[in-house]
């Protein structure tokens, strides 16, 4: 076989590791030829040699007829021939003979494929839509929560960060922090809640300096840091105190802020807490941190295993008092409203809960009316929060073989988007940005 000797001078001193098996047509020789000739120096001149492989014999097949010979032979009625149209499938057996009925529209059309449904799907979801929600401990151990199977108490030094280190790997890259206070440092006013070394501030500061582009949700209420449970500071005759609940609040979430968290989330239900947070928050400089408002929160019991989680449940009596009736949905027009006024930012509505970056609506599945009444009326974000008692239904659900729960997943997130969900809450954040990259583990 015959070889190509370039003759040119080589102006780079050097070419190491050459991989000719990623270039078509080069393969390596055993041998360089070089021009005895000498340049000034009397240095030789080397030469790069190119051999062609034996695989390419560099012939190109000319085409039969050209492309005005072929148009002309269309012309002339001489067109090729053509696979023919396959048959009409035959229906089975008995199906009746009838006319088909002269509809104008048949929606089954843009349905009969894959490629039609994909190419009209109104509602999309991907890995950006989720934020994660993560329960952390001071142990270095991370305890199953029994409630809730594949959730964990992290430790925040170690089983937290591999947790969010994982969740970033599929795209997940907000997560929203629930700490499990210890009962020594839970009090009837929660003064642990703006404690700047306390469980939350040292977590938020170690993830900033591990990732610093994560996006990190807090949660601001007493409830995990009061002694009676409730996200409110307890007067002797059971009545929840607002505006002193308020002045704690904001002493949260200024805390929560100076230790690097973007998005800051009241679920208290407190009136008048958004504006008052904004003002705190404003005055100490943090103008840029964000107030997503748990606009919607029902006093649902879809929450039972979140509380199992914090070992948070109310010491007595409910929240009645200050989450909203199940039964309300213009109240929640009401709430947002008053959070939109005071400057929140989106809203989250929780059950699903709404949300202020815009609003939250919590829980989210049973409560998609609301996300739908308040995407129609407000232009900030929502946020729907699939909460503890929807995921818990759905793993028992896939445990006990009723239903898929990979599908079921996948379509109650679906659900929310389509409601008018722009983030979602979910503690499926992880296993679902896995399913939508093609993973199973």
Request: glycine share 8%.
């Amino acid at each position: 076989m015959a070889s190509t000797i370039v003759n040119a001078p080589c102006t780079v001193p050097s070419v190491k590791g050459f991989e000719t098996q990623n270039y078509v047509g080069l393969r390596p020789i055993s041998s360089l030829r070089f021009n005895p000739g000498r340049t000034s120096t009397s240095r030789p001149r080397p030469l790069f040699v190119v051999r062609a492989c034996e695989r390419f014999d560099g012939s190109v097949k000319k085409a039969e007829m050209s492309i005005e010979e072929c148009e002309a032979a269309v012309v002339a009625g001489n067109a090729p021939e053509a696979p023919p149209v396959p048959p009409k499938p035959a229906a089975p057996a008995g199906t009746p003979v009838i006319q088909s009925y002269q509809l104008t529209r048949r929606p089954r059309r843009n349905r009969k494929c894959p490629a039609l449904r994909a190419s009209f799907q109104e509602t999309s979801i991907s890995p950006a839509n989720f934020v994660y929600p993560l329960f952390i401990h001071e142990g270095q151990e991370d305890t199953p929560i029994g409630a809730m199977p594949g959730c964990y108490r992290l430790g925040w030094r170690h089983g937290l960060v591999e947790e969010v280190a994982k969740a970033r790997d599929v795209g997940v890259n907000s997560i929203v922090l629930f700490p499990k206070v210890p009962d020594a440092l839970k009090s009837p006013t929660g003064d642990e809640a703006y404690n700047d070394n306390g469980l939350v501030p040292r977590t938020i500061r170690l993830l900033k300096d591990k990732f610093p582009d994560l996006v990190i949700y807090t949660d601001v209420a007493l409830d995990p840091y009061s002694s009676d449970g409730h996200d409110g500071i307890v007067r002797e005759d059971g009545v929840i105190m607002n505006d002193e609940t308020v002045h704690q609040l904001c002493k949260q979430a200024v805390s929560q802020a100076r230790a690097g968290a973007d998005v800051v989330s009241p679920s208290d239900m407190m009136d008048g807490r958004v504006g008052a947070i904004r003002s705190a928050l404003d005055s100490e400089g943090f103008h840029h941190v964000s107030i997503m408002s748990y606009t919607a929160k029902y006093a649902s019991s879809f929450y039972g295993p979140f509380r199992e989680a914090l070992d948070s449940n109310p010491r007595f009596g409910d929240k009645k008092t200050y989450q909203m009736n199940p039964a309300n949905n213009r109240e929640a027009l009401v709430e947002a409203h008053e959070d939109e006024a005071e400057g929140a930012d989106i809203f989250c509505s929780h059950h699903a809960e709404v949300h202020l970056i815009g609003p939250q609506v919590k829980p989210g599945l049973p409560y998609l009316d609301i996300i739908r009444l308040l995407r129609n009326q407000s232009p900030l974000p929502i946020a729907a929060y699939q909460v503890s008692g929807e995921y818990s239904m759905i793993k028992a659900g896939g445990v006990l073989k009723m239903i898929d729960e990979e599908r079921v997943m996948m379509e109650s997130l679906m659900c929310l988007r389509r409601a008018g969900a722009d983030i979602i809450f979910t503690y499926f954040a992880l296993q679902a940005a896995r399913c939508l990259c093609g993973e199973k583990k």
